[in-house]
């Protein structure tokens, strides 16, 4: 079984991700052993570390060039969402986003006001972008207010859930909520938002090993594989979560041919 990563901090010297090239290609080599194939490097923009495609482009080719097509790299970021970066992004938004993609990765300040927050995603959506919601089992906010989350899905955001979250790397509350979601037909792309190669490695195999046994092998595989297949090639998902119950005859109704 083979994964694709949206969300990982892989290039070197660019954020709390590897320092060098050397713990890159570590952390590549944990990825290929994780079983992952394909990737998109999304260092952070935030105002601690500034986001330069042209620097973070050159960092992918050179890692592409190591690894000889053992893992597909593109390139993409996690962005913060700032006053600032919500201004950059909605300027020239496809140098932010997944691999060009319609598919923007955004990262929740800890703490936000609901409302301000929703008319930024919503500016994003209005300008045919799908906010791809980071970890949102993680965020305090959210934890406390898990209704808002389901107000920015209706809205058209997606959510991904961090692999290691099911599993307690996290804490207990993201690893409830992590369930929650998964229960309630509530998440699009699960990823590892890994660091390094042993600190904070990437655990997707784990992750749809837990999501197979909870939801189904078919949720496993479009959570782990297909969606973000889907995302790094600028396609509708083929799995769309979060329906309402009305709309739908079973789980695998919204499977696309």
């Known amino acids: 079984m083979s994964f694709v990563d949206t969300?990982?901090?892989?290039?070197?010297?660019?954020?709390?991700?590897?320092?060098?090239?050397?713990?890159?290609?570590?952390?590549?080599?944990?990825l290929i052993a994780d079983g992952v194939t394909e990737a998109a490097a999304t260092p952070h923009a935030n105002y601690q570390f500034s986001y330069v495609p042209a620097r973070v482009a050159g960092l992918v080719?050179?890692?592409?060039?190591?690894?000889?097509?053992?893992?597909r790299v593109h390139a993409g970021c996690e962005l913060h969402l700032s006053y600032e970066n919500v201004q950059a992004a909605a300027e020239n938004p496809r140098l932010y986003s997944l691999n060009g993609s319609?598919?923007?990765?955004?990262?929740?300040?800890?703490?936000?006001?609901?409302?301000?927050?929703?008319?930024?995603?919503?500016?994003?959506?209005d300008l045919g972008l799908a906010p791809v919601l980071a970890?949102?089992?993680?965020?305090?906010?959210?934890?406390?207010?898990?209704?808002?989350?389901?107000?920015?899905?209706?809205m058209g955001c997606l959510a991904q859930v961090t692999a290691s979250s099911f599993t307690g790397r996290f804490g207990k509350r993201a690893e409830q909520m992590s369930a929650e979601l998964l229960e309630q037909e509530c998440i699009h792309v699960v990823a590892t938002d890994a660091h390094a190669a042993v600190q904070r490695p990437p655990r997707m195999s784990k992750a749809h090993a837990w999501i197979r046994e909870h939801g189904g092998p078919e949720i496993a595989d479009a959570?782990?594989?297909?969606?973000?297949?889907?995302?790094?090639?600028d396609r509708a998902l083929p799995y769309a979560p979060a329906l309402p119950a009305s709309k739908r005859k079973s789980i695998w109704a919204r499977f696309r041919p």
């Open 7 to 30: 969300h990982l901090h892989l290039l070197p010297g660019l954020d709390d991700g590897p320092s060098t090239m050397e713990d890159s290609l570590a952390l590549a080599e944990a």
């Open 61 to 71: 080719e050179d890692l592409r060039s190591r690894l000889d097509g053992r893992l």
């Open 102 to 125: 319609r598919y923007l990765l955004v990262e929740f300040p800890e703490y936000f006001e609901r409302t301000a927050m929703g008319n930024a995603l919503q500016r994003f959506r």
């Open 135 to 154: 970890h949102p089992e993680r965020n305090p906010v959210l934890q406390q207010h898990p209704e808002a989350l389901r107000e920015y899905l209706r």
């Open 223 to 233: 959570l782990c594989r297909d969606n973000p297949q889907a995302m790094l090639e």
